[in-house]
């Protein structure tokens, strides 16, 4: 079975500069999910959908961040513009709806310099 | 914000010996989960505790729960080197699976 695919893995920007990430879940998850991980530090949640409606994105700043899954399959998040603050890992997820068990992407990698 | 706190930060010990990391939360939670995070990679689903539940095994790993203390320890017996990672607990306060995940503990099996 093929697991969460996330691309790019690495990515270097200015701060001001805008970066997309994109995220394919493992075939027939209708949850998926965006994590921001700082260095140091665990995940944390930016976002939740269910097929392609947002189920929770109080923590996300919407003054720069924005999710879509518009299909309700794959999914991008974008920032722009971008700060030093959001030099993280990106993680995407996904899980079956209803089920406890996440399954994690091995994560797109942001510097901002 | 952090729900969760893993104790200890950092732990190292030698293969073949138990590793012990706790958690402690500060809510009331439906479930509990660990995983593992290897360097530079995504994080793996190890175990989940409901509420109502006490104490877990899955192979080489026990997994506790203390709802009184908002507590919960992962032990893994007889370690070995490729047990080396970070450890999260995560805890599902809510449902709707929206996890709130702890700072992690990382752990170093040395040969």
């Known amino acids: 079975e093929a697991g969460v695919a996330q691309s790019p893995r690495y990515k270097i920007i200015e701060k001001r500069q805008s970066v997309a990430f994109w995220c394919n879940p493992i075939?027939?998850?209708?949850?998926l999910y965006w994590y921001q991980q700082i260095l140091g530090q665990g995940p944390k949640l930016l976002i939740q959908f269910q097929n392609n409606g947002v189920v929770d994105d109080s923590q996300l700043p919407k003054d720069r961040f924005s999710a879509e899954r518009l299909k309700g399959v794959d999914s991008t998040l974008k920032i722009q513009p971008a700060k030093l603050e959001d030099s993280a890992v990106y993680l995407c997820a996904s899980s079956l709806s209803g089920a406890n068990t996440i399954y994690f992407g091995e994560g797109s990698w942001l510097t901002v310099v | 914000s952090q729900q969760g706190e893993e104790d200890p930060q950092a732990l190292s010990i030698q293969e073949g010996e138990n590793a012990t990391m706790n958690c402690s939360y500060k809510?009331?939670?439906?479930?509990l989960q660990w995983y593992r995070q290897n360097s530079g990679r995504g994080l793996v689903h190890l175990i989940l505790?409901?509420?109502?539940?006490r104490e877990k095994h899955s192979g080489r790993l026990r997994v506790t729960l203390d709802t009184s203390k908002k507590s919960s320890s992962l032990l893994i017996t007889a370690s070995r080197a490729a047990d080396t990672a970070s450890y999260f607990c995560?805890?599902?306060?809510?449902?709707?699976?929206?996890?709130?995940f702890g700072t992690g503990t990382q752990l170093k099996v040395e040969l």
């Open positions: 505790i409901r509420s109502n539940e």
């Open positions: 075939s027939g998850h209708a949850t």
């Open positions: 995560a805890t599902d306060t809510g449902g709707g699976n929206k996890l709130t």
């Open positions: 809510t009331s939670i439906n479930n």
